[in-house]
């Protein structure tokens, strides 16, 4: 009995301790999933806690140090639910976006903090995973395999203490799977312009302003020839007829002047 009202009283002073540093949440138009750790906290610290204990009693078997683990256990536990509560995991358009606030060892000595994007066309995989002391106290582990040169497990990005891993992948899956519809649908308009050059000329075409054609200009040029010639016969008949009138005028006054001429004395 004793035990267990020391621990709810070290849980206590642990969520009081805490409770004035909450964590903003992320406020961003961008995101379009955000990973819950809140529902694992205790589950979390419990199982994080378990094992410290495990590996301090085998350290005290063995060379004695796990006395000073057992000893820095409630620092322990403070760091870690300051760590759970600091976590942020959300799914942007681009990529996948981790960022966490960690007391260091000694946290009069100040925090660590880490961010970590993974860009979506590198992501291979979300991989879920539950050791056996994790599924005692509920606890999965989130893995992000990365696409290219295989590589160890450990090097790639774990996050543990997530509430709906499930959720999360599928996510994360979808987004994938638009963005790789959207690539093949550009690649596949791109090859179909390609083998139909004819169309997108005619769809060219028909989107640009009408032209008048070659039949067209060459039928107006011979209204035109037409219209001079036409005017050029005119001008000429005009000028024929005045000669004409010339002409007649200087034979008349030819006539008078003989008859003139012939009458006098």
């Known amino acids: ?19 004035d540093n909450g964590i903003e949440r992320e406020d961003d138009d961008d995101v379009l999933y955000t990973a819950s750790f809140q529902e694992k906290e205790d589950n979390f610290v419990q199982y994080q806690t378990a094992q410290w204990v495990l590996y301090s009693l085998l350290l005290i078997l063995a060379w004695g140090i796990g006395l ?12 870690l639910r300051k760590d759970i509560r600091s976590r942020k995991l959300f799914l942007t358009p681009n990529a996948i976006v981790y960022k966490v606030t960690r007391p260091v060892p000694f946290p009069c000595f100040g925090v660590l903090k880490k961010e970590k994007h993974v860009l979506l ?30 590589r160890p497990p450990s090097d790639d990005v774990q996050i543990q203490g997530v509430a709906s891993p499930s959720d999360f992948r599928k996510a994360v899956l979808t987004r994938l799977s638009n963005m790789r519809n959207e690539v093949f649908s550009r690649e596949a308009s791109a090859i179909e312009d390609v083998q139909n050059p004819k169309r997108s000329l005619s769809s060219i075409t028909s989107m640009s302003p009408s032209k008048p054609s070659r039949h067209d200009l060459s039928h ?3 209204q035109v020839v037409l219209q001079k010639l036409e005017e050029v016969g005119s001008s000429v008949k005009r000028v024929q007829a005045l000669i004409e009138e010339q002409c007649g005028q200087t034979s008349d006054s030819l006539v008078e002047f003989i008859t003139a001429s012939w009458t006098l004395p």
């Open 68 to 79: 000073f683990m057992v000893l820095y256990l409630p620092v322990r536990r403070y760091i």
């Open 220 to 222: 107006s040029g011979d």
């Open 121 to 150: 066309p590198s992501v291979q995989d979300i991989v879920i995973e539950q050791g056996y002391l994790q599924s005692l106290f509920g606890v999965y582990s989130l893995r992000i395999e990365s696409v290219g040169v295989r």
């Open 1 to 19: 009995m004793g035990s267990r009202d020391e621990v709810v009283e070290i849980d206590s002073l642990e969520k009081g301790l805490l409770s």
